[in-house]
């Protein structure tokens, strides 16, 4: 089993920035992805960042320029640099992780973030 647990959410006004953080514990294997996911209300979850073991990153077209997703391998943690925040940003943001090898996922509970003048 594998447990994450996301932290760093809160109320930030526009333009403003966040870092969340999301820590793994357990059997976490390599290879894997870490990434990170957010569900705004009423509507579907979404992608918004991955980072492969080996530090390959992938973004949703929104979240470039804005957003650096980030890992330290050593402490098993994935973080999320969010910048120039917008209102549509507000959602809940959820932690990822996927060992490749035997295709297993896991979710964290989740880190409210909302962007509000």
């Known amino acids: 089993q594998v447990q994450l647990v996301e932290s760093g959410g809160g109320l930030v006004q526009p333009g403003g920035s966040l870092r969340l953080s999301c820590a793994a514990s357990?059997?976490?294997?390599?290879?894997?992805?870490m990434g990170w996911y957010r569900q705004a209300p009423g509507k579907q979850r979404e992608w918004v960042a991955s980072?492969?073991?080996?530090?390959?990153?992938n973004y949703a077209d929104s979240m470039k320029g804005r957003f650096t997703i980030s890992r330290d391998n050593a402490k098993n943690t994935v973080y999320l640099q969010m910048n120039s925040l917008k209102p549509e940003d507000t959602a809940v943001y959820y932690c990822?992780?996927?060992?490749?090898?035997?295709?297993?996922?896991?979710w964290g509970q989740g880190t409210q973030v909302t962007v509000s003048s």
């Open positions: 357990g059997n976490i294997f390599s290879p894997n992805i």
């Open positions: 990822n992780l996927r060992r490749l090898v035997l295709k297993l996922e896991y």
């Open positions: 980072i492969s073991s080996v530090g390959g990153t």
